[in-house]
């Protein structure tokens, strides 16, 4: 299983950003995706997870009403639409797989992608 995330950037407060998470060599319909973040000093954080087969998703608080989470099954690819961005979003997010229903803790990911950075100026 490789996933690659990618899609971040520098972007003022209040923007927008979407990352996408590209998965591939495997079938994912069993899979549930989420997305994680870590700021310098901080543990890593959950964000958003799906589940790849029935698109049920999973936020964090700090993220409902401002992140969206998608799939694309023909391209085997997740995104994070990320709106009304503030400056406590900066960190390097993280796209994880596992072959499992949706969870919020990074333990229970078993696959990760290289991590993207997103910096959010005030």
């Known amino acids: 299983v490789q996933l690659q995330a990618y899609g971040g950037g520098l972007v003022q407060a209040g923007g927008s950003l979407r990352l996408s998470c590209a998965a591939s060599g495997r079938t994912f319909s069993s899979y549930a995706i989420g997305w994680f973040r870590q700021a310098p000093g901080k543990e890593r954080e959950f964000v958003v997870a799906i589940s790849w087969n029935t698109g049920n998703t999973l936020y964090a608080d700090s993220a409902k009403g401002r992140f969206t989470i998608a799939r694309d099954n023909a391209r085997n690819t997740v995104y994070l639409q990320m709106n009304s961005l503030k400056p406590e979003d900066t960190a390097v997010y993280y796209c994880?797989?596992?072959?499992?229903?949706?969870?919020?803790?990074?333990?229970?990911?078993?696959?990760w992608g290289q991590g993207t950075q997103v910096t959010v100026s005030s």
């Open positions: 994880a797989a596992r072959s499992s229903r949706r969870s919020s803790s990074y333990r229970d990911y078993d696959y």
